[in-house]
């Protein structure tokens, strides 16, 4: 059974397969219907565009998105992914063809896909993943670059060279005998690509349901047959001569290499749109279809069986193709069925549509083609790598494809990203320097044994009897490092000096277990990861701690023992006793760990905040759960949250038959005195309010807790009005009945503060937004709820999330 698909113990029967007994009904939906038309249209023009590109013959681009519909789309681990011949793949397949004919081309994509096949069986797709996101794109800009120099000879009339450098010396020859009639051709298939997704008003938002592709290459069509221009048009001879794969001739090293290029492209470029549509479905609105996440594994054994037949029929390397999987999922696609339907739809054009194909004229497809190829160039990866200082790789990437070939540049890439990487790591910057009396030694970057004779060399600086300051810039610090770092500090704190261990970015978190508990607070918003030692001496009358832990603040509770007496023991009235004076002094280290550690580094800032007054930007509420920490999840720091927490997270409603005015009154202070600029209800997994709500009789109990939760009630009837879409988490329908009551009793509080006249006046004039929440516990992953209001979707690691969340609800 697929791992896409959700097991049977969910659901009576398989997701694609009719229910059992009773009439049997037509499998197909009508969205996937659609969307297999939608995906035909654009992959015709394209598959004839590419295997033009490559010099293959024109059918071998039919024969591979035929396969990669039918084959990779039955067999594949992502149901909603299109597979075919693709514009990453076109470099590739033009130089084998240049090298070993096509037939032999067709035998090396054979072997590709039985090198697939074995990838598949010994389930390393994963690992594909761990490539640097600037190679993948470096590799896809660099071919996207060499695909453009070489169509551009054909737009102008000519053909092109196997090399790019020969291209762009061919250039200046090629632009002194344009032809009028190609050129012409491709400005109008050019103009028409542009033009028509940017069509306006209502009628043009109608019409940019056809694909852009299609009305390009069909308007060209149309108009060179009316103006009588003669020019090469697309030539498809009969199948009866169609060649098929031929067993590949040449030195060993040289066919194994082209193996493994072909392989490496293909299941690269497959994995990652495979990664690339679970983001897309999970982003998209309305019901979600009846799959789970891709499994990357299946996905390579699919691919690998499409290129072992497409090869062996005579077809261009098959693999998944970003443009085609992305008009998949947007118009709609629910199963797989859709990508199989669209192989059959390009079978049935291959047979019956040749007269209409063969009207097509090659300047038109190699506009198609170079369009395509300049989007490979994407200014939205620059600017990432930029941002994640990885232009290097992404640059010498991208030369390395351009000039020696696409496995030279990737394996060039590889080696610049870690070189890269070795030299951040090595590249540690110390300094001292004294202020005030105030010995300050400063780490910038990693701290590892070879930065350990720099670091001593600076901390003997310090002398005996002095106040020093040790301020940590890096994410990694290893043994040496550490041992070094402490057993100074140990020196001198015997000597009668001080040490304070402090990071200057936010969010930095130093590893001082052998003095305390507690390490220093970070004063700032980005997170970085921290080393402990291996081994810690326990802390008096405290739990053991962990050897490593990425939230150092919580250490002394980190896997604490209650102290109440177990529930299911007989309890003694000593035994409950020397409970409460646990737990009292337990509340009592807390606070001397936080005086000792914590207030020394804070206390500066507490003091401006005490001055100024707060300004927090956000107020935040949620239940009361002890499981929810909302500086740890969100962040943030003294004066940035304005906090109001009960059990339930319930905002009772304006005006409700057992009223509370403590939440309004916070509402109000919040948005009318303090100006927040946002409010955000936060809901939770095991939410011990829902489940009261959910187990309790009619009418509640007449305790204080019981008349609380009525104001939950509303949540209740909400979930039970099949009227309304219930909410859910993006991916996944909700585990239970518990989940499913937390996820409407945010949107349901989200009403209910819309009620409260301070904020509807903040909300007319545009000076709040709301925001709803979801925190799984157990997953330690937040759910954002997007402006439709419905879906929660998850919140990635660089705390971007789909743009449909970027916007308040």
């Known amino acids: 059974m697929s791992a896409c698909a959700p097991p049977h113990t969910q659901h009576p029967h398989p997701p694609h397969s009719p229910p059992p007994g009773g009439r049997r009904h037509f499998p197909v939906a009508s969205a996937d219907l659609s969307a297999s038309v939608a995906v035909f249209l654009i992959a015709l023009p394209l598959s004839l565009g590419i295997a033009l590109a490559t010099g293959a013959p024109l059918q071998a681009g039919l024969v591979a998105a035929a396969v990669g519909g039918l084959v990779a789309g039955r067999l594949g681990g992502c149901p909603l992914q299109v597979s075919g011949p693709a514009a990453g793949l076109t470099v590739v397949t033009a130089d084998l063809i240049h090298r070993y004919g096509w037939r032999a081309t067709c035998g090396i994509t054979v072997l590709a896909g039985l090198a697939q096949l074995g990838l598949g069986c010994l389930r390393v797709a994963r690992g594909a993943l761990a490539v640097s996101p600037a190679v993948v794109h470096g590799m896809l800009a660099g071919i996207g670059i060499t695909i453009a120099v070489a169509q551009l000879h054909i737009v102008l009339g000519g053909s092109p060279d196997s090399s790019v450098l020969a291209n762009l010396r061919g250039l200046p020859a090629q632009l002194a005998h344009l032809r009028p009639a190609a050129v012409s051709m491709s400005m109008v298939t050019l103009a028409l690509l542009l033009a028509w997704p940017r069509l306006p008003g209502r009628i043009g938002r109608m019409l940019r349901r056809v694909p852009a592709a299609l009305v390009a290459v069909a308007g060209s069509t149309a108009t060179a047959a009316l103006t009588g221009l003669t020019l090469p048009r697309v030539d498809l001879p009969s199948w009866r001569s169609h060649a098929l794969a031929g067993l590949p001739e040449g030195p060993a090293l040289g066919l194994a290499a082209a193996v493994l290029t072909t392989t490496l492209v293909c299941s690269v470029q497959s994995l990652l749109g495979a990664v690339a549509v679970d983001k897309l479905v999970a982003a998209r609105p309305g019901p979600a279809p009846r799959i789970g996440r891709s499994d990357l594994d299946r996905e390579l054994l699919g691919q690998g069986a499409a290129n072992l037949v497409s090869g062996a029929l005579g077809g261009l390397p098959v693999a998944g193709v970003a443009v085609r999987s992305t008009a998949n999922v947007k118009s709609g696609a629910m199963s797989r069925n859709s990508t199989m339907l669209h192989g059959v739809l390009v079978v049935v054009a291959a047979l019956l549509m040749v007269p209409a194909l063969e009207e097509i004229p090659l300047a038109s497809l190699a506009a198609l083609v170079m369009a395509v190829g300049i989007q490979m160039v994407s200014l939205h990866h620059i600017r990432t790598v930029t941002r994640h200082r990885e232009v290097l790789v992404y640059a010498a990437t991208t030369l390395g494809?351009?000039?020696?070939?696409?496995?030279?540049?990737?394996?060039?890439?590889?080696?610049?990203?870690?070189?890269?990487?070795?030299?951040?790591?090595?590249?540690?910057?110390?300094?001292?320097?004294?202020?005030?009396?105030?010995h300050h030694v400063r780490v910038r970057g990693q701290?590892?044994?070879?930065?350990?004779?720099?670091?001593?060399?600076?901390?003997?600086?310090?002398?005996?009897?002095?106040?020093?300051?040790?301020?940590?810039?890096?994410?990694?610090?290893?043994?040496?490092?550490?041992?070094?770092?402490?057993?100074?500090?140990?020196?001198?704190?015997?000597?009668?000096?001080?040490?304070?261990?402090?990071?200057?970015?936010?969010?930095?978190?130093?590893?001082?277990?052998?003095?305390?508990?507690?390490?220093?607070?970070?004063?700032?918003?980005?997170?970085?990861?921290?080393?402990?030692?291996?081994?810690?001496?326990?802390?008096?009358?405290?739990?053991?701690?962990?050897?490593?832990?990425?939230?150092?603040?919580?250490?002394?509770?980190?896997?604490?023992?209650?102290?109440?007496?177990?529930?299911?023991?007989?309890?003694?009235?000593?035994a409950g006793r020397n409970a409460g004076r646990e737990a009292g002094r337990e509340l009592t280290r807390g606070i001397g760990s936080f005086q000792r550690n914590t207030a020394p580094l804070v206390r500066a800032e507490l003091a401006r905040l005490a001055r100024e007054g707060q300004r927090p930007a956000q107020l935040f509420l949620t239940c009361a759960d002890s499981r929810l920490v909302t500086s740890m999840i969100t962040a943030s720091g003294p004066g940035d949250l304005f906090v109001v927490r009960n059990v339930g997270n319930l905002a009772p409603a304006p005006g409700e038959e057992y009223g509370d005015d403590s939440v309004a009154a916070a509402v109000e202070y919040a948005v009318d005195v303090l100006k927040v600029r946002s409010i955000t209800v936060c809901g939770h997994s095991g939410c011990g309010a829902m489940q009261a709500l959910l187990t309790a009789e009619p009418g509640g109990a007449a305790t204080p807790l019981g008349r609380w939760l009525r104001h939950g009630l509303p949540s209740l009837e909400r979930m039970a009005d099949d009227r309304r879409t219930r909410p859910r988490l993006a991916g996944r329908a909700p585990a239970d009945a518990v989940e499913q009551l937390c996820l409407t009793n945010v949107v349901q509080q989200l009403e209910h503060l819309r009620a409260h006249a301070p904020v509807a006046r903040a909300l007319a004039a545009g000076e709040l937004e709301l925001h709803g929440m979801y925190f799984h516990v157990g997953e330690a992953q937040a759910y954002l709820l997007g402006r439709t209001g419905t879906v929660f979707a998850d919140v990635r690691e660089d705390g971007s999330a789909a743009e449909e969340l970027r916007s308040p609800v």
């Open 447 to 574: 701290l590892t044994f070879l930065a350990v004779p720099r670091l001593s060399r600076s901390l003997h600086l310090v002398p005996h009897g002095a106040h020093a300051v040790v301020e940590l810039d890096g994410s990694f610090m290893d043994h040496a490092a550490y041992e070094s770092l402490q057993d100074w500090r140990t020196s001198h704190t015997a000597h009668g000096g001080t040490a304070e261990l402090t990071g200057r970015r936010s969010g930095i978190r130093t590893a001082e277990p052998a003095l305390t508990a507690e390490p220093t607070l970070p004063t700032g918003p980005t997170p970085i990861a921290e080393q402990t030692p291996p081994t810690e001496p326990a802390a008096p009358a405290g739990p053991p701690p962990l050897t490593r832990c990425h939230c150092r603040p919580w250490s002394p509770w980190r896997n604490h023992r209650s102290c109440l007496p177990d529930a299911a023991a007989p309890a003694s009235q000593e």
């Open 401 to 438: 494809v351009v000039l020696l070939g696409v496995l030279e540049g990737v394996l060039l890439g590889i080696a610049v990203a870690v070189t890269l990487a070795l030299n951040r790591l090595t590249r540690t910057r110390i300094t001292h320097e004294e202020k005030e009396g105030v």
